[in-house]
């Protein structure tokens, strides 16, 4: 499997579309707020998230599935009675691992001052980056057991299921175009890197940037980035990665420009 292609119709295909389709519309929205610096929202949809992925554990346990998603009666003692499932059966991450996980981004969503009034902690970037942390890791834990690959498969499945389009790139008829003309040669190519899921080949990039000199492009875009750490520009395969940076880089900056 390519994690970075794998097409959303199919992920996850082992859980049936009544729950499967509300999850990954779930973990979007989480990280689209997050994106967007909407705290609230973000953690919020945190819960939405518990209760969709213990409805699909509790389904997976029972041997069928609920019609929808379910919000249990009590979110910690319906996630203790899974702790109770058969060893010889189930995973420790199904019994245990992913269960305890629930509880604690639960935990956020109902006492950290986002699921009602009266909590100690107003919504803010710190607890959002928990919840989307914790998301993640949960979304792709699901994706290592239906799917039966490792962790980094699992991680890198779940990177490429985050929308990253923007109205700032356009494509069109499989050509990317920055619709900012202003924007300097860098600020592009870390826009048009980010849009796609995958590494960029560094031919396609110089070509989508509309760049006129490619030896000009490769010193003065591509070098300059990688020295600020923004891309991993491997010289050789002639790819170019975003790196963390480059992505907190295009996210607090360059989807906000107006």
């Known amino acids: 499997m390519n994690p970075a292609s794998a097409e959303v119709g199919g992920l996850l295909a082992g859980i049936p579309d009544s729950l499967r389709i509300p999850l990954l519309n779930a973990y979007r929205e989480i990280v689209r707020n997050f994106r967007e610096r909407r705290w609230e929202p973000a953690e919020l949809n945190g819960g939405k998230l518990c209760e969709i992925i213990y409805s699909i554990l509790r389904g997976l346990v029972d041997g069928a599935y609920p019609d929808a998603p379910a919000k249990p009666q009590n979110m910690v003692d319906a996630c203790r009675q899974l702790e109770q499932t058969d060893q010889n059966k189930f995973s420790r991450s199904v019994r245990i691992q992913i269960p305890r996980m629930l509880l604690a981004l639960y935990e956020i969503r109902n006492n950290r001052g986002v699921g009602h009034t009266g909590g100690d902690v107003d919504p803010n970037h710190m607890d959002a980056a928990a919840v989307l942390g914790m998301s993640k890791w949960l979304l792709a834990e699901l994706v290592r057991i239906f799917h039966s690959v490792d962790t980094e498969t699992a991680r890198a499945t779940v990177d490429a299921l985050v929308d990253r389009t923007n109205p700032v790139v356009w494509d069109v008829a499989g050509v990317k175009r920055v619709l900012r003309p202003d924007l300097s040669f860098k600020d592009k190519a870390l826009l048009l890197v980010y849009s796609h899921v995958e590494a960029v080949a560094e031919a396609e990039l110089f070509r989508w940037s509309e760049h006129s000199n490619a030896a000009v492009f490769r010193r003065d875009v591509l070098t300059r980035a990688h020295k600020e750490k923004?891309?991993?520009?491997?010289?050789?395969?002639?790819?170019?990665?975003?790196?963390?940076?480059?992505?907190t880089y295009v996210e607090s900056l360059l989807l906000r420009v107006k």
């Open 230 to 247: 923004l891309i991993e520009y491997d010289r050789m395969a002639r790819r170019i990665h975003l790196s963390p940076l480059g992505i």
